[in-house]
């Protein structure tokens, strides 16, 4: 269940719907963009990265997309299943080094 | 086969008490991080080593210090607990490429869930 005061946006779909989960970020200078699953009780899970000289890439029933115009980035994911539940972050290196500045986070429920 | 391993998974201790947390990586990264994450799921970097030195110090309280006595741990010590310490803290490790490459995937850890009493 969910922690008083935790008052993360969530998403619900439908088992087998596609799902996209929206990130905006803050550094114009970022250049490399990765998303993570974070499951309850467990650490966050690679799932996709992105560098800024490109606009898309996909992976196995994800795909993320980069505007860079706009300083926005999403996460599809296709024909969502149960064991997609989870919080989902969006990251951005705002240059350099490799320090990763984490958005606020999403749950995604999908319902059965 | 765990990548990034902490102990340990729970810890649940009085305020003023010093602790520990141990963090081990199998994956040969050359680059450790700590990150806090708060009852808002909101995860922040404290500190980064490349290597076995220090490469970031975000804004944590010098209570909290990092030590890597080898590339593939990185521990953290916390003096003087205080209530607001209370969170999950997570390892995480990166291959730890040049400084300017602009980003790299890192691996977390299972989390160290920290309730100070």
């Known amino acids: 269940g969910e922690s008083v005061g935790l008052h993360l946006p969530t998403l619900s779909v439908q088992e087998g719907d596609n799902s996209i989960i929206n990130c905006a970020y803050s550094?114009?200078?970022?250049?490399?963009f990765i998303w993570y699953k974070q499951e309850s009780g467990k650490g966050p899970q690679f799932i996709i990265d992105?560098?800024?000289?490109?606009d898309k890439r996909q992976g196995q029933r994800v795909t993320v997309l980069l505007n860079k115009t706009v300083k926005h980035l999403s996460l599809q994911i296709a024909a969502t299943q149960p064991g997609d539940s989870a919080v989902y972050f969006c990251?951005?290196?705002?240059?350099?080094?490799?320090?990763?500045?984490f958005g606020t986070g999403t749950q995604l429920k999908v319902e059965l | 086969d765990t990548a990034v391993s902490q102990t340990p998974k729970y810890l649940v201790t009085q305020m003023g008490n010093d602790k520990s947390i141990k963090c081990e990586q199998n994956?040969?990264?050359?680059?450790m991080y700590w990150y806090k994450q708060d009852s808002k799921k909101f995860l922040k970097i404290m500190f980064s080593?490349?290597?076995?030195?220090?490469?970031i110090n975000e804004t944590v309280p010098n209570r909290f210090s990092p030590k890597s006595p080898d590339k593939a741990h990185l521990n953290l010590h916390i003096n003087s607990l205080e209530l607001g310490d209370s969170a999950v803290y997570f390892c995480?490790?990166?291959?730890?490429?040049?400084?300017?490459?602009?980003?790299?995937?890192?691996?977390f850890g299972p989390g160290t869930r920290l309730l100070v009493l």
């Open positions: 995480a490790s990166s291959h730890g490429g040049i400084a300017g490459w602009g980003g790299e995937t890192q691996y």
């Open positions: 550094n114009s200078a970022s250049d490399y």
């Open positions: 992105i560098r800024s000289n490109m």
């Open positions: 990251a951005e290196n705002p240059g350099g080094g490799n320090k990763l500045t």
């Open positions: 994956l040969g990264h050359d680059t």
């Open positions: 080593y490349n290597n076995k030195e220090l490469i």
